[in-house]
C-alpha cells in the first residue's frame, strides 16, 4: 500500500497534536561501592592503651602561632611540625627552636608564648580506633594537665605545658 504525500502529511499533522509519552522511569541501582580499605594500626582500645609507649620529645619546646593571612607552605621557615587551617587562619605548631634562629623576623615574641612539650604515643594506632584521645585526656585531666592532641596517620602527638611534660609521661 501506497500513501499519498497528502496521507502522509496528514499522518504528520496528526502526531505533532498528540500528547508526548510521559517519560521512561527506569530504576538504576547505584554502582555497589566497597568499603575503604582498613587505615592500618590497632583499633581495639584494650590493645592501644596497653601498648602507648609514650615518648617525651627531650630536646625541644613547641609553641603555637597563628597568622590570619597565611596559606599552606608560608612560615616554612619555621619549620611547623604540624599546620592547621582555621576559619580564623593558619595555627603552626613550630619549634622553638626555629624562633630563635629566625629572631624578630616573623614577628612572634616566644616570651608571650606557652611554651609546650611533645610527647608522641609510640603505638600505631588506627585513625578509624575509638576512644583513644577521650583516654588520654580524661587520664591527663585528672592530673589537671592540660594536652593538645593532635593525631598523625602513624602516631598521636600530645603537646602538653612544658613543666608538666615528665608528669604527663
Not at 56 to 61: A, G, T
Not at 66 to 92: C, I
Amino acid at each position: 500500500v501506497r500513501l499519498s504525500s497528502s496521507h502522509c502529511d496528514r499522518l504528520h499533522a496528526a502526531a505533532l497534536k498528540m500528547p508526548s509519552p510521559p517519560p521512561l522511569r527506569v530504576h538504576v541501582p547505584p554502582p555497589h561501592v566497597p568499603p575503604p580499605p582498613p587505615t592500618g594500626g590497632i583499633k581495639e582500645l584494650d590493645q592501644i592503651l596497653s601498648t602507648l609507649s609514650p615518648g617525651l620529645d627531650q630536646h625541644e619546646f613547641y609553641i603555637f602561632h597563628t597568622d590570619p593571612d597565611a596559606a599552606y607552605g608560608d612560615h616554612a621557615n619555621l619549620r611547623p611540625v604540624a599546620t592547621v587551617s582555621e576559619g580564623e587562619g593558619m595555627t603552626f605548631v613550630v619549634p622553638l627552636s626555629a624562633l630563635v634562629e629566625c629572631g624578630s623576623d616573623v614577628g612572634i615574641d616566644p616570651a608571650k608564648q606557652p611554651h609546650l612539650r611533645r610527647i608522641t604515643l609510640g603505638v600505631h594506632s588506627s585513625l578509624e580506633a575509638v576512644g583513644l584521645t577521650a583516654a588520654v585526656s580524661t587520664l591527663l585531666a585528672k592530673h589537671e594537665i592540660s594536652a593538645n592532641v593532635i593525631a598523625g596517620y602513624h602516631h598521636d602527638h600530645l603537646f602538653v605545658p612544658a613543666n608538666d611534660a615528665e608528669r604527663a609521661v
